[in-house]
């Protein structure tokens, strides 16, 4: 039987274990938060960043359905919901938005002014120049992302289409003049062509339908008067670039892809970034942002780029690839 002096002991000891159960459960609950994260899709090409961004994580500790959560929404290119998008996520106060494209990266910046929602952008050319960041080195404001190397890369891929296909005479592209990278990438894809003494054919639509009207259009033509078609970084090439490569097929003239993903439809090759690339990337950021970094803070990184071949569709049109060029492509589609 326990006397005066030992049970205060004893009551002395359970009253600390039950406050230290408490502190610890205290401990466990911020340990084990979990992050929300708002995936924005400009255009339904670029998701695959949202894999290679899901997989780093996971790699990086944040496993999803444990301590952290996406909510994807898809816009379809369509800035209206790019805008409704953005402003839910901003309602739900997540933690952090990832986006892809430059109009869904401006739908978030609008939608989290005055908040300090961090965001971080993918699949964007020049984020300077289109207001997006401050500069690459302190990007500002409350966004950070991984950004396209310069502009000279899209003038590159004609410097590849000549030496896969010395024939070509004209190119083909046809984009949005009014969208934000136009002024930065069309003199791009000027300079390349001229420099490969290559004739360029430009044609300005605003929608898929103008896109299907002057496919029609040369599909009625007595001689197609192209030998090629680029694809531009727009998300009206990317809304309708499996038109433009049924069109080429249908005609047998290759097809410059703007992203690898196109190869994979049947574009001859691109030279681009990795989108699951671009998504790793994108986590290491979205990492640092989580553990405390702004956003702002974070110089914007720079994607990587890779060749991709499709040699079954230059098998298809009796293209032979030097095989100098196949020793440097990252992926060859056979």
């Known amino acids: 039987m326990l006397n005066k002096k030992n049970y205060r002991k004893v009551w002395a000891l359970f009253t600390w274990v039950i406050i230290a159960t408490l502190v610890l459960s205290g401990c466990g609950a911020t340990e084990s938060k979990t992050y929300r994260v708002g995936l924005l899709s400009g255009a339904d090409s670029f ?13 990086l500790g944040y496993v999803e359905g444990k301590n952290i959560s996406y909510d994807y929404q898809a816009s379809g290119g369509d800035e209206g919901k790019m805008a409704q998008f953005a402003q839910q996520f901003v309602d739900d106060k997540v933690d952090l938005i990832l986006v892809t494209s430059t109009g ?7 939608a989290t002014a005055g908040t300090d929602i961090p965001i971080i952008f993918t699949v964007i050319q020049d984020p300077v120049a289109i207001g997006l960041v401050e500069s690459l080195r302190d990007p500002g404001a409350n966004m950070t992302g991984v950004a396209r190397p310069p502009v000279e890369y899209l003038g590159k891929r004609v410097e590849f289409l000549k030496q896969m296909v010395p024939g070509v005479e004209t190119l083909w592209i046809i984009y949005d003049p009014d969208y934000a990278t136009a002024p930065s990438s069309v003199p791009a894809v000027q ?6 003494g290559v004739k360029l054919i430009e044609t300005h639509a605003k929608s898929s339908e103008d896109v299907n009207a002057e496919l029609q259009k040369r599909a009625a033509m007595d001689e197609l008067d192209v030998d090629a078609i680029q694809l531009m970084p727009d998300p009206l090439n990317s809304n309708s670039s499996e038109a433009i490569i049924n069109f080429a097929n249908q005609h047998n003239i290759p097809v410059v892809g703007h992203a690898s993903v196109q190869v994979k439809s049947g574009a001859l090759f691109s030279y681009a970034d990795s989108y699951p690339d671009t998504g790793k990337k994108a986590a290491s950021l979205a990492d640092q942002i989580l553990k405390g970094a702004s956003a702002g803070d974070l ?3 720079i994607s990587d780029l890779f060749l991709n071949i499709n040699l079954k569709a230059a098998n298809s049109l009796g293209i032979t690839i030097p095989e100098g060029i196949l020793g440097s492509a990252k992926e060859i589609i056979r």
Not at 104 to 110: E, F, G, M, P, Y
Not at 191 to 196: E, K, L, P, Y
């Open 191 to 196: 300079a390349g062509a001229t420099s490969m």
């Open 47 to 59: 998701d695959s960043v949202f894999d290679g961004f899901k997989a780093q994580m996971a790699e």
């Open 299 to 301: 110089p914007v990184e």
């Open 104 to 110: 869904a990266a401006k739908a978030a910046q609008t």
